[in-house]
């Protein structure tokens, strides 16, 4: 379990493999303190640490991983957001996030905004229900809120903080990035549909 406060940049140093893919990253977390088989958030996928060095950390990515994320485009010198798992008595800053990605949303477009900067994204429709005006979303790993929805486009507004401590200030139209719907929201749809 995450909450979508990002807390490294990383950078993608080596990718092997085909159908499956082992990915380093490094990082400036002491890895001293990383267990093997511990979840890290990559880019908002949750993913488990299968060898460690000084400075950096390996991940497996499966092959359903890589075709249902941005994962399958990572090459050496991608830069990825981080954030270790939640631990109790941490800070709650964001939403609760599972690292479960939903799917792709796509930027269409980016408007500076005095010193933030308005996206506008699109998502497919079987997940644009989930998403709501002044809602949660995680969008590459990050905790955002959404400033209105129509369709399934939707629209966020970034301060230069989130900017600057998290990829979203190299973000672009065409970008792909990984999404997470509100867990919550899951939850409500599927209980709606019991009923």
């Known amino acids: 379990m995450f909450t979508g406060i990002i807390t490294d940049i990383g950078t993608v140093t080596q990718v092997s493999g085909d159908s499956e893919k082992r990915l380093v ?40 991983t890589l075709q249902h994320t941005t994962l399958g485009t990572w090459q050496p010198g991608t ?42 994204l699109s998502c497919p429709a079987e997940l644009a229900p989930f998403i709501a005006s002044k809602g949660s979303v995680t969008l590459d790993g990050v905790s955002l809120t959404v400033t209105q929805v129509t369709g399934n486009s939707f629209g966020l507004t970034l301060i230069p903080h989130t900017l600057q401590v998290t990829i979203w200030g190299d973000r672009q139209p065409g970008d792909a990035v990984n ?17």
């Open 179 to 195: 999404l997470e719907v509100d867990v919550m929201a899951r939850y409500v749809k599927r209980m709606m549909e019991a009923a």
């Open 25 to 64: 990253i490094t990082t400036s977390y002491d890895t001293a303190g990383i267990d093997i088989g511990a979840s890290i958030a990559c880019n908002g996928t949750c993913l488990t640490v299968v060898e460690k060095g000084d400075d950096w950390f390996a991940v497996d990515a499966s092959e359903h």
């Open 79 to 120: 830069r990825v957001n981080l954030e270790r798992a939640l631990r109790a008595g941490d800070e709650m800053g964001g939403h609760l996030v599972t690292g479960h990605v939903d799917g792709l949303a796509t930027v269409e477009s980016r408007d500076a905004n005095d010193q933030s900067v308005n996206f506008q």
